[in-house]
């Protein structure tokens, strides 16, 4: 097997392969479950943020919510960064929107889950005549937080940025970041449906289609993570990644795939590092030193992983 096929079956051995719901009484992760049912509306001191799971762009793929959902207890927060909705898809969106809000409802039952709208979510347009997700409102009638929304996990700040489509939104997240900027705990993550322009997580093989606006505000503001997806070929192309460092602020974009099984970003922010799972192979950032390319191929899986 090579080194791929190894990191690969590290993944499906971690993480399990895709499932049906997880029933609850029986896991053993239902003390965890029980946390996250009071952290709804409770901010608890314990309500710490180390382990985080990245999935983006599911274009309605509900299979891999399945996986998600399966494997959420595992981890403290699921951040979900936008198109949830395949626009190109037989059923009508209105339909998408019913059915991926039942999924949500079920996953935030797993553990605590944060979601952004992407270009492929928005359904109406705002006042200014600008698209906008307008769902995102239906999502936080879920208990969930969602777009403008800004939450506050122990030493954890997040802000949840909507996709912008003129001015007007854009105006509305720069304030947003401005405002949260004045709130910053020890770490600032954003959700963010674009990466940043001329990054590798913006690269799709041919050129880069990353957001200016986005690259200004990390300069600006140089948050800790911001998690990223929009441009499913980054991670596997060459000149692309699933990770990027652009001074203090890590980026990930962990890409879409085909299957039952999402690619996907791991995150453990007391051990320092991020694993990004796919069927091309697996890869790992150490985010308590320089970014270095090639990143290492992961060949044995991360302890963290295997600890609950
Ligand atoms: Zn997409």
Redesign the pocket.
Known sequence: MNRFGTAAACLQKQLGPPAAPPDYAASPFGSRRQRFLLGATTVAAHDLVVKILLV??L?YALKQLDWITSVAPRFDLVVLP??HIDIAGRLDGTVQVVVILKYLKRLALATRVLVSS???DLDTRNAAGEKVASWMQRVRALGIAADGDTVVLGDTLVTICPWWDGPVTRQDVAALLARDALKRKQRWIWLY?APPANSPTAWNGHRSFGDADLKVWIDTYQPDIVFA????EAPFKRGGSWADQIGATWVFNCG?QIGPVPTCVALDTQAGEAAWFSLAGAEIARLDQPLQRPLPALLQEPAWLRSQ
């Open positions: 983006s762009d274009h936008g198109d992407g270009n492929h449906h997806g929009h441009i499913h879409r």
